[in-house]
């Protein structure tokens, strides 16, 4: 078994988690047992989520998106109580890493789906505050097309049909990533000259926006964009402590 308190130190240090101007807390959100054999991640602490775990009898879960947020009400309503009475009952505990987990350089999410793509270089994109959350990718010689470089963040992102504009260049040497609610970054890689910028979700505007300022805009999904940086801290956690963990798919169609 493996000591929460050593767990939520590793991820904190490996995440710099404290160091973001986030919109949530990061790190442990509701404590458990203090030690851990079974880790059940996913990319939002919900109660399908928290329900799931319960039955693998999990000592731990992990999510991108955990309970509690800026917008989170000073009252606990009846939903939140119905998560919190199963984590509590099970004793489970709950950590949760958001913007850390977007943006970190090898088990982010933006990372991740660069390389998952085929991009054969990275560099920070999207700053927010003093970080950057997303990544920019860049292609080999030639670059690749819009179907191609769809098929690739496709099987990347839970092979969920990307929402694609193709209003850049025939051939795609370089594409900026932020995941999830990223789309406000569109701007950014105009002005920076990417040939295409891969998201979560859409907003209306960007239809217009990537066609006019000349560049490939894809849509993966808010959650199929962000399944891969929480997935892979679990295996990180599971490898180093020697606990068991599984991921555990809430599919979403947003």
Same mark, same amino acid.
């Given at each position: 078994m493996a000591d929460l308190e050593a767990i939520v130190n590793f991820c &904190?240090?490996?995440?710099?988690?404290?160091s973001f101007d986030d919109y949530?807390? #990061?790190?442990?959100?509701?404590?458990?047992?203090?030690?851990?054999?079974?880790? =059940?991640?996913? =990319?939002? $602490?919900?109660?399908?989520?928290?329900? *799931? +775990?319960? @039955?693998? #009898?999990? &000592? /731990?879960?992990? !999510?991108?998106?955990? /309970?509690?947020?800026?917008?989170?009400?000073?009252?606990?309503?009846?939903? +939140? *109580? *119905?998560?919190l009475e199963l984590l509590f009952n099970n004793n489970c505990s709950l950590l949760a890493y958001h913007l850390p987990?977007?943006?970190?350089?090898?088990?982010? #999410?933006? !990372? /991740?789906? +660069?390389? $998952?793509?085929?991009?054969?270089?990275?560099?920070p994109f999207g700053q927010l505050g003093h970080q950057t959350i997303g990544a920019a990718g860049y292609f080999s010689d030639g670059g690749i097309s819009i179907g191609e470089l769809t098929a690739r963040t496709a099987a990347a992102c839970s092979d969920r049909e990307p929402l694609v504009f193709d209003g850049g260049p025939e051939r795609i040497k370089n594409v900026a990533i932020v995941s999830g609610a990223g789309c406000s970054y569109l701007d950014d890689a105009i002005k920076a000259g990417f040939d295409a910028f891969i998201?979560? @979700?859409?907003? @209306?505007?960007?239809m217009n926006e990537s066609r006019e300022g000349g560049i490939h805009f894809i849509a993966a999904g808010h959650y199929a964009t962000e399944t891969l940086g929480v997935r892979r801290l679990g295996d990180l956690i599971a490898e180093r402590f020697g606990a068991s963990h599984q991921f555990i798919d809430v599919a979403n169609p947003i």
């Open positions: &904190d240090e490996l995440l710099d988690a404290q949530c807390p #990061n790190g442990l959100q509701v404590p458990g047992r203090e030690e851990v054999s079974t880790i =059940v991640s996913g =990319v939002s $602490a919900s109660l399908d989520l928290i329900e *799931r +775990a319960a @039955e693998l #009898n999990a &000592d /731990l879960i992990l !999510a991108h998106h955990g /309970l509690i947020w800026g917008r989170t009400p000073s009252v606990i309503d009846r939903a +939140a *109580r *119905r998560r987990l977007d943006g970190h350089s090898e088990i982010g #999410n933006n !990372a /991740l789906i +660069a390389a $998952a793509i085929g991009c054969q270089r990275q560099q998201t979560g @979700e859409p907003a @209306e505007r960007v």
